[in-house]
């Protein structure tokens, strides 16, 4: 089908709204609307709109649905994924940090990533090595020092030890090269030091990078509904934690926490209050039990 839709107005899409049942006394809805956008606002308002019998849309808000509810929801989302992205930050820096010293002291080769004998053929050393060498040069560029002091140490290396490059792959890298390590026994000494489960450490890990992006790319998280699943725990299973939700991920994200006790209360704290403060039943949105908390 073409597309053949034209623009509309700031007014008109507060009209829109306004047709299909939403209640609008907020004098700056226009405002949000171009600050928000009219798509971004509507995903959270997927939440209070009526459905069929076989789930289609029927165009129609709940009764007592209002603008200003909507944007509490999404205002309450915005928090949950400022707070997530903080202690993503703490457990992403942790796993680099553990993965990289592990591996190096088991093989004592500062370029183990690049070791082929290491990994299974789900991945490519090749690209690997590019991406690596890149790395090092988006770094240089932002006049990070380890970088520009290597660089300038090293002129015929065009790929830094590990412990430099720990800083400059990124988070998905990383996970994708945990998850092709070959021998099952540098994997269980990387989920020991981050006192995981090593049967599931590798799908937890992945499934946070997934989580990460969604959080630092301003994705909605409230109703979403993820398409690669971490394992679970006998632990999720007895709360019902569906895997395809951000509450087992949330969960996740706590439980691998653990060896950073301060982080880990922190987040327990935090979480607690914000989950007390959610505008909405939480239970479906969130894939979490009724009246949840750490």
Known sequence: MKFNKKPT????????????GVTIDNDSATQVLLQVNYYRFCGYGLYFEEFDDDGNRLDKFLPGTSFNRILGLYRWDERLKTLL?????RFEIMFRSVLNYVLVTETQNPFWFLDEEL????IDLSNLNQECVDALE???DNNELSAVHFKAAYTESDVPPCWILSEYLSFGKWSKVFGALKYQSHVKKVASALKA???????????????????????RLWGYRFKIRPSRTPAMHR???????????IFILHD????????QKEMTAAFNELILACPEDFENALGLPKGFKF
């Open 9 to 20: 107005s700031l007014e008109e899409q507060v009209a829109l709204l306004k047709s299909r």
């Open 197 to 219: 489960p090593p049967n599931d450490v590798v799908s937890w890990v992945r499934s946070l990078v997934i989580l990460r992006n969604r959080c630092a790319h301003h994705g």
């Open 138 to 140: 988006r770094a240089i």
């Open 85 to 89: 992205q903080k202690y993503l930050s």
């Open 256 to 263: 691998l926490l653990s060896t950073d006790v301060p982080a």
């Open 119 to 122: 990994f299974t053929n789900s």
């Open 239 to 249: 709360l019902q934690l569906g895997n395809d939700s951000v509450g087992a991920l």
